[in-house]
């Protein structure tokens, strides 16, 4: 449960970022880490179509810089962006100045006003900076579809356990999530929507 769902102590060392969006209507929010890749993204793009659903994508500077024209599609689509830094890079493993290079650099190519902290890891200092400037959007649950520990129905259990009204969720649209993140993300969505659930993208 510390993965899926970060423990109230975790939330409250980061009390001016988002976690959950609280609504009165019954609401959740998509959002997929690590794209967008060609291998990936488009199918994600295309079931979200089909299920007529706008959701958010935390975005790697690097694979916007290979493939700029899937931020084009993404746009093109209704959909919201991120930055999730250029490399991927984790605030805790590195200095604020080199933490913050590397998301401004990932923004020359996003041009977004939020945020996520790769693996959610952030230096207090980093925070203090990045929130003049971001919205700093965490999650309420993590699916944990890059686990190759875990099969594509366990994923759709994380899904069905911990989602609750407001939820921020987290898919990836990554190779390492493709085959568990095919398998779950219909089948909650449709789940999600038999519970009553609408789906609503992070404002940018």
């Known amino acids: ?22 609504k009165k209507e019954r609401t959740v929010y998509l959002t997929f880490d690590d794209g967008p890749i060609p ?9 979200l179509d089909r299920y007529g659903i706008k959701a ?6 690097q694979n916007v810089e290979r493939h700029p024209e899937l931020l084009d599609e993404l746009l093109r689509r209704g959909h919201s ?19 913050l290079h590397n998301v401004f650099t990932a923004n020359e190519l996003i041009h977004t006003t939020l945020f996520r902290p790769p693996h959610g890891l952030l230096r207090w200092g980093q925070s203090k900076v990045l929130r003049a400037r971001f919205t700093i959007v965490m999650y309420d649950l993590v699916t944990r579809d890059y686990s190759k520990k875990l099969t594509g129905e366990q994923v759709l259990d994380n ?13 990836h649209d990554s190779l390492k ?8 993300l ?5 789940w999600l929507r038999a519970q009553g659930y609408s789906f609503a993208p992070i404002p940018m």
């Open 81 to 99: 962006v991120g930055n999730h830094t250029m490399s991927h890079l984790q605030g805790a493993h590195v200095s604020t100045r080199a933490y």
């Open 186 to 190: 219909p089948r909650a969505i449709e």
């Open 177 to 184: 999530a493709e085959r568990n993140m095919k398998y779950a």
């Open 56 to 61: 958010t994508f935390f975005l790697v500077g």
């Open 159 to 171: 899904v069905k356990r911990y989602a609750r009204n407001g939820s921020i969720i987290v898919f």
């Open 39 to 47: 291998e990936v993204t488009p199918w994600v793009l295309d079931v």
């Open 1 to 22: 449960m510390f993965i899926e769902r970060p423990p109230l102590l975790y939330r409250m060392l980061f009390p001016e970022t988002v976690w959950r969006i609280h």
